[in-house]
Each structure stands twice: as structure tokens, then as C-alpha cells.
């Protein structure tokens, strides 16, 4: 059997590498780790120059980018709305969620939230590639992480029959 241990990376395309890493290192306190680059493709060997580099987002957790600059234009999926793809961070507490939101706001960055999720609430906000970003802080009780647990099998079999959401988890909404 597999065993995970933990994300080694996820990988996003970015516009600037420069810009991104300075921008990551400026709002979030994260450091640049690893650069890599090439002008092949060790993977596939297509000649397709490109910088790919690593970002330390705390606990063993990188976040990577590639900069690919002979691709066409970085765009976004125009099919799926701008809230479902994001790239979510974990703060320690709310008070860590409140004052991240007054540090990004002071530095210029747009920020929506907090947004209560019942168990957790977030912040939102956008880097200088267009991904959503969100920094969470866990708000629920064990108990009710449990029940979320328990119930989450029971939720993706209704919904995979009905297309429309159980109310097996509705409380998680209904506290603000």
C-alpha cells in the first residue's frame, strides 16, 4: 500500500519568476528555496526552456512555480468560476487570520473575508499570476471535525446521485 507522507510540491505556472518570488517573500514571509532550470524538459526532452522554482510555505510544505516563456500566454480555465481553483495556507488562529489581513491590506493587497466556514474561516486574495490565494485558520471543535468525517462518504454518495447539496453537514452555515 501507498504511504503518503506529505505534499512534496504543487506547481503553478507564474508570468515573472522574479516577480513572483519577491511578491511570495513580501506577503507571506515565504523563501525561495530551490531554483531550477533547463532548457529541456528532463521528463519529456522537449527543447522548452524554463525556470521552476520552490517556495518554503512552512512545515515541510513547498510551493513551486514555473516560469515556461516560449508557451503561449498564461491564462485561466474561463470555464470554472475564480473561486474554485485557489491555493489554500493554514494561519495558527484567528488572531494570526486578523492581523495577516491587516499586513496584506497594508502592503496593497485586495483581501475579502474573513468568510465563516463553520469549522474554519478564511481570507481571500489574488498574486500578481491571478491565483486565488486563502489563509485559513481552524475554528471547530474535534468533535465536530469528527462528524465531518463520519458524514463526508454519505455526502459524495448523495451528491453523486443527486448533483444537489446534502444538508448532512447544513450547520456548518447555519451559526452566522
Not at 505534499?7 to 513580501?26: G, L, M, P, Q, S
Amino acid at each position: 500500500m501507498i504511504n503518503l507522507k506529505r505534499f512534496h510540491h504543487v506547481a503553478y505556472r507564474c508570468i515573472d519568476t522574479k516577480e513572483t518570488v519577491e511578491w511570495y517573500k513580501d506577503k507571506l514571509n515565504m523563501e525561495l528555496t530551490v531554483a531550477i532550470a533547463e532548457n529541456e524538459v528532463p521528463s519529456t526532452k522537449a527543447p522548452d526552456p524554463y525556470m521552476h522554482t520552490f517556495l518554503d510555505a512552512g512545515m515541510g510544505n513547498v510551493l513551486a512555480f514555473f516560469e515556461i516563456p516560449n508557451s503561449p500566454k498564461m491564462g485561466r480555465d474561463e470555464n470554472t468560476p475564480t473561486w474554485v481553483q485557489h491555493i489554500a495556507l493554514e494561519v495558527e488562529d484567528l488572531d494570526a487570520l486578523v492581523a495577516a489581513k491587516e499586513e496584506l491590506e497594508g502592503k496593497g493587497v485586495e483581501v475579502l473575508g474573513p468568510v465563516n466556514h463553520g469549522v474554519f474561516k478564511s481570507i481571500y486574495f489574488f498574486d500578481p499570476n491571478g491565483h486565488r490565494l486563502e489563509l485559513a485558520a481552524n475554528t471547530g471543535t474535534p468533535e465536530q471535525f469528527a462528524e465531518l468525517k463520519r458524514v463526508a462518504p454519505l455526502m459524495v454518495e448523495e451528491w453523486s446521485q443527486t448533483k444537489r447539496a446534502p444538508r448532512h453537514a447544513a450547520w456548518l452555515h447555519e451559526q452566522d
